[in-house]
T-cell receptor, first 114, second 117 residues
Framework: QQQVKQSPQSLIVQKGGISIINCAYE??????FPWYQQFPGKGPALLIA?????SEKKEGRFTISFNKSAKQFSLHIMDSQPGDSATYFC?????????????FGKGTKLSVIP | EAQVTQNPRYLITVTGKKLTVTCSQN?????MSWYRQDPGLGLRQIYY???????DKGDVPEGYKVSRKEKRNFPLILESPSPNQTSLYFC????????????????FGQGTRLTVV
């Protein structure tokens, strides 16, 4: 059972455009939502993360929007650059003793064309 | 330099020949885990370890074994590899997963591409 659904599977955006990747979750106990970025030949690396007590978090050109009632969160990449071309994974986990799993979405391959 | 090191990076083996993929971290992290990455399926957790001698199954543990005898090392063992275990494998570690906040960042190794023929 997939607990975190990610869309789209692939995305092509022109340089300077906005890239938007969406994720939806089912388990209301999730309380930590990170996004990981993976370049070809590399392991994933943490990009940005959010907790459900805020609706938005921004770091440079990257913004997470969080909608707790809809159980959805999304990654927005403003002014997308060719260097942003990578695979992006959303994830979710539960804080607190006894919970040790980070559940990932299936990933979105982003291509930013010049 | 803080890092997670996997070896080997590439491995081609034959069905049934036991193999071990090593993983080592130098950050004194408590939590370590193994994932496999397959096209269209994303990252799926195989096993994880909360500390030395404490391990548990993830979502796809069949055909794999792990051990955590030392805090820094978390090897993945395939006792009798089969072609359906051909995949890209990642080891990851984090300071903690349940403390919340900054302690939960997962650091990934470079990956091991395994082909079983």
């Amino acid at each position: 059972q997939q607990q975190v659904k990610q869309s789209p599977q692939s995305l092509i955006v022109q340089k300077g455009g906005i890239s938007i990747i969406n994720c939806a979750y089912e388990n209301t106990a999730f309380d930590y939502f990170p996004w990981y970025q993976q370049f070809p030949g590399k392991g994933p690396a943490l990009l940005i993360a959010i907790r459900p007590d805020v609706s938005e978090k921004k770091e440079g050109r990257f913004t997470i929007s969080f909608n707790k009632s809809a159980k959805q969160f999304s990654l927005h990449i403003m002014d997308s650059q060719p260097g942003d071309s990578a695979t992006y994974f959303c994830a979710a986990s539960i804080s607190g003793a006894g919970s040790y799993q980070l559940t990932f979405g299936k990933g979105t391959k982003l291509s930013v064309i010049p | 330099e803080a890092q997670v090191t996997q070896n080997p990076r590439y491995l081609i083996t034959v069905t049934g020949k036991k193999l071990t993929v090593t993983c080592s971290q130098n950050m004194n992290h408590e939590y370590m885990s193994w994932y496999r990455q397959d096209p269209g399926l994303g990252l799926r957790q195989i096993y994880y370890s909360m500390n030395v001698e404490v391990t548990d199954k993830g979502d796809v543990p069949e055909g794999y074994k792990v051990s955590r005898k030392e805090k820094r090392n978390f090897p993945l063992i395939l006792e009798s590899p089969s072609p359906n275990q051909t995949s890209l494998y990642f080891c990851a570690s984090s300071l903690s997963l349940w403390a919340g906040g900054a302690n939960t960042e997962a650091f990934f190794g470079q990956g091991t591409r395994l082909t079983v023929v």
